[in-house]
């Protein structure tokens, strides 16, 4: 029997309607109504023209934007929650109490400082002249072009989204219930298969929600792409801006900004279907 919200329960969530609807809903209606304006002497005017949509996805450079972005956002994921879940594992399962607080605490502390500066740091590393080169040099290798390129952007989004998916799947993890563990171990399954067919199933949901934000984040990362890729060839949020410094041209940016948000939002359904699906359904 479904349990219907009492009248207390709805005032609770009203301030959360409220947010979405004034932060979420409203932009984004304002933002499909632009789409169809068109520019004349570089201001705006109200219309109803599909020219805008048009003139971008027939465009072949949209597209070569949108599938790089894309491979960009799924590799970055998927990266990143192979990287962290070595290190999630080791603080929920490993790590007394004590070191588990400051474990979280260490994962917090890059969120002090901006994104933009770290990026910048990261500038110093990559560099053909860098600190990494630098040290490769010694070992008799390099200097190998790290910036301007897909690895440095990689680097970026990684290092943007993994405190964050490291902490996800942790807080997931922690709430795996060990006695499945432990009758794994007394049937005599080793560590491996236990991670893979108790550990991983339980902790599906957190697992696949931190590789959602992975994804989300790096979708729509712009400091990565233009100050460690180069800016050229453009992703996705690059080519916002290009398209607005072209004749003030903010309905064809806001075509280009409709799509990544629908695919956002196509890609958080899948994903969050997937997470709360159950085995053998």
Sequence with gaps: ???????????LSLPLLIWQLTF??????????????????????????????ERILTRGVFWDAY???????????????AIAFPASYAISFKMSEKAKRWMIFILIIPFFTSYLVRVYSLQVFLSDAGI???ALGYLGLGPFT???????????MVTLTLPLVIL??????NFVNRDLIEAAHNLRCGRLRTVFAVIVPSAKVGLVIAALF???LSFGDFV???????????????????????????????????????????????AITYAYKERGK
């Design 224 to 270: 990565s792409p233009l100050y460690l890729g180069g800016g050229n060839p453009p992703t996705l949020s690059i080519m916002i801006t290009d398209i607005t410094k072209s004749g003030q041209q903010w309905p064809r940016a806001a075509v280009v900004a409709i799509m990544m948000i629908a695919t956002l939002l196509t890609v958080a359904f899948a």
């Design 168 to 173: 996800l799947q942790t807080f997931s993890l």
């Design 146 to 156: 790290m910036l301007n390129n897909a690895f440095g952007i990689l680097v970026g």
């Design 214 to 216: 992975a994804f989300i």
């Design 24 to 53: 979420f809903l409203f932009p984004l209606l304002f933002l499909v109504a632009i789409s169809f304006w068109t520019v004349r002497n570089f201001q705006m005017t109200p219309d109803l023209n599909f020219a805008n949509w």
């Design 67 to 81: 599938f790089r972005t894309m491979v960009l956002a799924t590799t970055a994921a998927v990266i990143t929650s």
């Design 132 to 134: 990494v080169n630098a």
């Design 1 to 11: 029997m479904t349990k219907r919200p009492t009248f207390f329960s709805l005032i």
